[in-house]
């Protein structure tokens, strides 16, 4: 049984920084990329970042490219959402989720749709608020 919780997320003024660790659990966690993906109420779920298997390679939505850093340490079986200069249409729930396929060979092609990952944490939130 796959588990992910997801840790650091709250409340942070426009400009500021936050950030979340997902700890992975239940299988070879560095033969999966993962991805955090984030909603906003009212809205569909949306691709934020994702990275590859040994973290080499990473892939970010628009919206967020140039402020947000993703990393993983699969010693520790985690992955980091580092987020800098947060702006209020950040705020969202925030998931962590691994994906439902295993590495296959070395090239790595970012999966960008919520139904390509198949165990998600239960999700943190980040609120942007003055």
């Known amino acids: 049984q796959v588990q992910l919780v997801e840790s650091g997320g709250g409340l942070v003024q426009p400009g500021g920084s936050l950030r979340l660790s997902c700890a992975a659990s239940g299988r070879s966690f560095s033969n999966y990329a993962m991805a955090w993906f984030r909603q906003a109420p009212g809205k569909e779920r949306e691709f934020v970042a994702a990275?590859?298997?040994?973290?080499?390679?990473?892939h970010y939505a628009d919206s967020v490219k140039g402020r947000f850093t993703i990393s993983r340490d699969n010693g520790k079986n985690t992955v980091n959402l580092q987020m800098n200069s947060l702006k209020p249409e950040d705020t969202a729930v925030y998931y962590c989720?691994?994906?439902?396929?295993?590495?296959?060979?070395?090239?790595?092609?970012?999966?960008?749709?919520?139904?390509?990952?198949?165990?998600w944490g239960q999700g943190t939130q980040v609120t942007v608020s003055s």
């Open positions: 990275i590859s298997w040994s973290g080499g390679s990473t």
């Open positions: 989720a691994t994906d439902r396929t295993r590495r296959v060979g070395n090239v790595w092609v970012p999966k960008l749709e919520d139904y390509e990952y198949n165990y």
